[in-house]
């Protein structure tokens, strides 16, 4: 907890950013305006973020060294509990890959990015979801397994359609780069998802698409935009004893 200037106590959240930097800069300005919409006495949240190395963290990912990454992340969480954080949230898809390991290991709680986008895709009654993401999040087990759990399909795009995605999201959306032509590629595909495999959705499962597909307006299908969603669940967490 930390108490603000009228003395009313305020949780403190922890934030592991840095993992995706662009994005990192985005969650906090969704954090920012959501809480400043919902708190009844308006105002600001109390946060601290802890940018990690993303380098680091994808030679862990590419090397498929799970303990390395869980090792990684345990650390920051680890930090931001020394800090005071309440709770903490990894700002990325990615290191999702091995959440369960983590949250054993957090010395306090998190909040997880899969969970609340699960939820939200029940909210909406969706069934057949396509996944887009890095070639690491696309190609783990970690979205079908948790969406399983509410009868919920996740579909991922073919091999090629795979391949384009994890390399304009590491060559240009990772560096905040949004070229309409990749725009286009990806709504391509989620067409071709859609008339293919039968989704009636998409999850943005990178934070990085927030940037690029969270604001296109007449898509196909309905996005569910990662960032925005998890945002909205630390919300959540910072306003339950608000």
Do not use: C, W
């Not at 800069?25 to 949240?45: D, K, N, T, V, W």
């Not at 869980?70 to 990325?92: H, I, N, P, T």
């Not at 795979?162 to 990806?186: F, P």
């Amino acid at each position: 907890m930390r108490v603000d200037g009228a003395g009313a106590a305020k949780r403190l959240a922890g934030l592991v950013g840095g993992i995706g930097p662009e994005s990192t800069i985005q969650y906090y300005r969704f954090i920012l305006a959501a809480y400043r919409e919902r708190h009844p006495a308006g105002g600001s949240p109390t946060v601290l973020i802890d940018s990690i190395d993303l380098e680091r963290m994808l030679a862990a990912i590419t090397a498929g060294d799970r303990t390395a990454v869980v090792d990684l992340m345990v650390a920051e969480v680890e930090r931001l509990a020394r800090a005071g954080s309440a709770f903490a949230a990894l700002l990325s898809n990615t290191p999702h890959i091995v959440f369960e390991d983590i949250a054993r290991r957090s010395p306090i709680p998190l909040v997880s990015l899969v969970t609340a986008t699960r939820e939200a895709a029940t909210r909406q009654g969706l069934r057949t979801l396509g996944l887009f993401g890095t070639r690491f999040t696309m190609e783990a087990r970690f979205y079908p397994e948790a969406f399983e759990k509410a009868g919920i399909r996740i579909v991922v795009p073919a091999p090629d359609e795979r391949a384009y995605i994890h390399e304009r999201y590491m060559t240009e959306l990772v560096s905040a780069v949004a070229k309409d032509e990749t725009r286009n590629g990806l709504l391509a595909i989620a067409d071709r998802m859609r008339e293919r495999d039968g989704v009636d959705g998409l999850v943005l499962g990178g934070t990085e698409l927030s940037m690029i597909l969270g604001d296109v307006p007449g898509t196909t299908v309905p996005f569910l935009d990662t960032t925005r969603i998890h945002a909205d669940a630390i919300v959540d967490r910072l306003l339950a004893d608000a």
